[in-house]
């Protein structure tokens, strides 16, 4: 990892003494107590200006946090996923207005609720199926479990909806999750939720493979992601990060220790929304791919259109018109969604630093990334906190990256 540094700062723009600040910022966070340790990253113009680490990745262990840990990175699997649908897309299996019920019958004529308890739901019939831009918009009227915010939340526990934990099969959870009502409409609100997981189902349906295989074969695998899978590599647990909450005594308490963790042995269902574990430079491969309009050393994985189109805001407004006025951390107003990620609309309305067109999406250890084409610049933050906003960490560590912009 430590030869990606291949660049002074000032030689693409970015100030050292300013970029330096976010050294000062992830010690401080350990020396405080607030995390364990943290990996930070900053890629621009085509070089790694930042690289740095700071704590440790197992307490217990003393196992020093370095850039070469290996991290579980949650809903940023999302964007992968979403990659792979597309390049179905791209040989035209299905088109994205199409209602995903014409792959998978168990979704036609889903029915929506509209009140009641959990004992007894009140639904109306949806007044149209999920479609391909649904699911990967966030706008399909799924939900999670963990959500614990409505009856459909809770039927979703009872019916064992959980792709991260399930002991089945992929294609066993997502047709359980067919037979139960939605939230929403389908296109009418912003809910995160399941529809990635169910994306990866589709993926499978459509290409023919297991989505794992799928998934490693035409993206993991060519882009060089060594250390990224729904497993932690063999032989390599010793660099797996211990993952961490805040107590109620305000200290960090482990929640998943990894010499023990499920992360070490093959998982029955693969959660394209959440089941992943990489690298601080595996990722930045996917992340330079993205920058690169689909193309990383001479390999082609989607057109330069498709990409576009990706980082395009697909909403009627920003998420906080689609019911979400918040984020994580963050207000989301002027942030929209595209296609797999979060879409910078207006930095002013959202109150931080940006650009507009950047693309951007976290997971629930706290970890982070976003990809700002205009600035050719990529960011990454790599720590094990759950949940992701215990701290306001990403706003943090934007604030940092774009004030040592210089040119």
Known sequence: M??????????????????????????????????????TLVFRRGQVAHLGSSGLADLARGTPMTPETIHRIYSMTKPLTSVAIMMLYEEG????????S???????????????????????PAMRDITFRDLLTHTSGLTYGFMQATAVDALYREHGIDFGGAETSLG????ALAALPLIAEPGTAWNYSVSTDVLGHLVAVLSGQPFDRFLQDRLIGPLGMVDTGFQVPDGQGARFAANYALGADRFLKL???????????????????????????????????????????????LGRKTIELMM???LRGDMAAMGQPRWSESTA????????????????????LGTPGECAWGGAASTAFWVDPAEEMAVILLTQLMPSYTWPLRRELRV???QAVID
């Not at 066993?172 to 047709?175: D, F, P, Q, R, Y």
């Open 93 to 100: 299996r299905f088109q994205l207005d199409d209602p995903i």
């Open 102 to 124: 014409r792959f998978m019958p168990g979704f036609a004529g889903q029915r929506v609720c509209t009140g009641g308890a959990r004992g007894k739901l009140e639904t109306l």
């Open 172 to 175: 066993e959870v997502v047709e």
């Open 2 to 39: 430590d030869s990606l540094m291949t660049t002074t700062p000032k030689q693409v723009g970015l100030c050292p003494q300013r970029l330096a600040r976010i050294d000062t910022w992830r010690d401080r966070l350990v020396a405080e107590g607030r995390l364990a340790g943290a990996t």
């Open 333 to 352: 107003e002027g942030i929209g969604f595209g296609l797999g990620f979060s879409v910078t609309l207006d930095p002013a309305r959202a109150q931080i």
């Open 312 to 314: 395009t805001n697909h």
């Open 255 to 301: 929640i998943d220790d990894p010499a023990t963790s499920r992360y070490l042995a093959p998982r029955k269902v693969h959660s394209g929304g959440g089941g992943l574990v990489s690298t601080a430079a595996d990722y930045l491969r996917f992340c330079r791919m993205l920058l690169n309009k689909g193309e990383l050393d001479g390999v082609r994985y």
């Open 400 to 402: 940092l990256s774009y």
